[in-house]
């Protein structure tokens, strides 16, 4: 099984990263895609991906979080790290309207930019979305038929947000938050509503350790060890076996272009084949955007995006 978002580049895993990465591995983890979320981020996810070849990729984007800090040299630097093997998507890239750490029209204007990247690269998103679902969904949508594949990750929320996802042809990220008694009763009837095809697992460590985990580890941190744990809550809450579920979600759909090339590489070397449900079906492939001549106008419209709101911000915006 895949942990398609792992933040192992967090300091919590500093003093034992790469026994985190060991035990992750003795459980059964099949590969991992650590999670970029600004420049340094997802210089640093890229680079950890190398030191486990074959085993790890990652993504490299912006956070809502970080957009404050966004300027056009940054959207370079992104765009020069998506040349790497290691990276597979544009991402983590979105809207986060609940702590609203940066202003929110730079916000928009960061999460447009990327989608921009990730069209002119044909490359998969890996988004975020918190309280911003109908804004969110006004940005991407414009994009949708100039992107590879699209993934939510760490779905949590309402059920017409869940509809419009399934509507709009996304990918959903299913973590440890449907295994908390106090706020995953939601998620835990919505997660059978997902089509087979549609379905990934995360853990979104150090982050959303489950809490059902018995016995209680002694540490509050998560870790993609416990991926497993999530699958089989999967599997229960959709009353399928659990291998159906991993199954699932590591031979994910070619359409999901540099994203399963990645999962599926991750796949045929660390995990057994076992036999493709008759559930799954296939999807189909968008057309490509291979279309070299707009480049450059990407580029320029990212540019002036990201000037204009700059500019917006520095003389009437408050900072946060």
């Excluded at 949508?141 to 699209?150: E, F, G, Q």
């Excluded at 990645?262 to 799954?280: D, F, H, V």
Aim: hydrophobic share 40%; proline share 8%; glycine share 4%.
């Amino acid at each position: 099984m895949i942990d398609i978002g792992v933040n192992l580049t967090s300091s919590r895993f500093d003093k034992d990263r790469d026994e985190v990465v060991a035990h992750a591995q003795q459980a059964g983890v099949s590969g991992m895609i650590f999670t970029g979320t600004n420049v340094e981020e997802s210089q640093a996810a890229a680079d950890l991906a190398a030191r486990y070849p074959g085993y790890a990729y990652a993504t490299a984007g912006v956070h809502p979080h970080d957009a404050k800090s966004v300027d056009p040299a940054n959207l370079t630097m992104i765009r020069q790290l998506a040349q790497r093997a290691e990276v597979v998507a544009i991402g983590e890239c979105g809207l986060d309207f609940n702590r609203d750490f940066s202003p929110r029209p730079q916000q928009e204007a960061v999460f447009e930019a990327q989608l921009a990247l990730a069209a002119e690269q044909s490359m998969p998103v890996f988004m975020h979305c918190r309280e911003a679902h109908d804004r969110w969904l006004a940005i991407l949508r414009p994009w949708l038929d100039k992107l590879p594949a699209a993934v939510l990750h760490c779905f949590t929320g309402e059920d017409q947000a869940l509809r419009d996802c399934l509507d709009a042809g996304l990918y959903i990220g299913v973590t440890g938050w449907l295994c908390d008694e106090r706020r995953g009763q939601q998620l835990q009837q919505q997660v059978s509503w997902l089509p087979d095809d549609r379905l990934m697992i995360e853990t979104d460590a150090p982050y959303l350790q489950p809490r059902d985990l018995r016995p209680r580890p002694k540490r509050s941190r998560n870790e993609p060890k416990y991926l497993p744990h999530i699958a089989q809550a999967v599997a229960q809450l959709r009353q399928q076996p659990v291998e159906q579920i991993i199954d699932c979600t590591i031979k994910i759909p070619s359409a999901v272009s540099r994203y399963s090339e990645g999962c599926i590489t991750i796949a045929r070397q660390y995990a057994a084949p076992k036999p493709r449900s008759a559930t799954l079906r296939r999807i189909p492939w968008p057309y490509p955007f291979k279309a070299p001549f707009l480049h450059d106008a990407c580029v320029v419209h990212a540019k002036l995006i990201l000037a204009a709101v700059w500019w917006q911000n520095i003389h009437s915006l408050p900072m946060i």
